[in-house]
């Protein structure tokens, strides 16, 4: 008897593969088989090869439900001590982020937090915010450092990032943000710490290959452009990528700074420029966008949409999960809050959580239904893409797999 050339396969499924020219890529009563990790066929049933019993060791129905690729979401900060809530009540009571921010809040309020906690406890209270996005069907998730603004701090960080991939078996890419915020004891001595960070804590953490991409945050309140610049070049010496916190707060043009290095994004965005724009579309840059922090700072002023739209700039969507602008723990309903808050269509919105967000990371092999791709995929209690949008909270997943295997949400 032959052995089956796939290791599963699952029929009766609404596929939305985001490859192929149909909307969503949608293929109605698809089936798609994986095998050693990776995805072996799709297409719709009536095209399989050979009956289903004798192609796969495991076949399934789902029953006409919606089948995505795996979730990416590629900006968060996950990695914090204690929390700000007690800043959500100041903003509500009329301060602005930049006050809190200049009083002693924001940043450095979480940077005393984290370098206060140790490895053990970074890594228990990020857990179930890891489990919370899993759960949610995200299967490769960004984690962001700078909230140590010193070495050791910044290692430890980083250290418990790749922890959680581990113990989730999930993808974790890990992006060093050195440049986040200045820490008290660098206040008067801006030159030193920057210097610290390209000569020192970049070229180390980078050694010991706990960096994946290089951020900054490029903002009056952040760090100028040629200082930004100054890190950009240090990290494509080590041949790293970059990626920046750009035109959150005001325009300092860093869209087109982190594309003249060919980064992989920019992120925020609510006050580029149509320069950017096309900087951004010369180089590839992906726009990822972050509903939640919008929301949370009850900003008024939208990211340029319809530029991004006309330049075919990717836009990509996040949750930006952090303590103080987006404590958001949700990746889908990021997506539903792009849609409501920045118009964009059901089928972006997704694509902003797939492949797109897949392409901020550098990641070619996910975030489509295509053969030879990672089998990272979600099967949804919904039947058509638009619903992973429509509906505000709950749960939705059915099963989450990373790599083939079925992982505990």
Known sequence: MNEPRWDRLLLNATLATFAGDSPCGLIEHGAIALHHGRIAWVGRMEELPDAPGTLAATVESVDGSLVTPGLVDCHTHLVFGGD?????????????????????????????????????????????????????????LEIKSGYGLDLESERRMLRVARRLGRELGISVRTSFLGLHALPPEYRDRRADYVGLV??????????????????????????????TRRVFERAQQLGLPVKLHAEQLSDLDGAALVAEFGGLSADHLEHLSESG?????????????????????????????????????????????????SPLLSLRLAAGMACTLFRLTPEEALRGITVDAARALGLYDRGTLAVGQRADLVVWQAKQPAELCYWIGGSLVHEVCVGGESVTT
């Open 277 to 325: 724009v096309e900087a951004m579309a010369r180089a590839g840059t992906v726009a990822v966008l972050l509903p939640g922090a919008f929301y949370a700072l009850r900003e008024t002023k939208l990211p340029p949409i319809a530029l991004l739209r006309e330049h075919h700039v990717p836009m990509a969507i996040a949750t930006d999960c952090n303590p103080g602008t």
């Open 84 to 140: 700000r809530a007690r800043e959500f009540d100041l903003r509500l009571n009329g301060a602005s982020y930049e006050q809190i921010a200049r009083a002693g809040g924001g940043i450095v309020s979480t940077v005393n937090a984290t370098r206060a906690a140790s490895d053990e406890q970074l890594f228990a209270q990020a857990l179930p915010r890891a489990r919370a996005l899993l759960a949610d069907g995200v299967t490769t």
């Open 198 to 227: 390209c000569d020192g804590m970049l070229p180390a953490l980078a050694g010991e290959g706990l960096v994946d991409a290089v951020d900054a945050f490029c903002e009056h309140i952040g760090f100028s452009r040629a200082e």
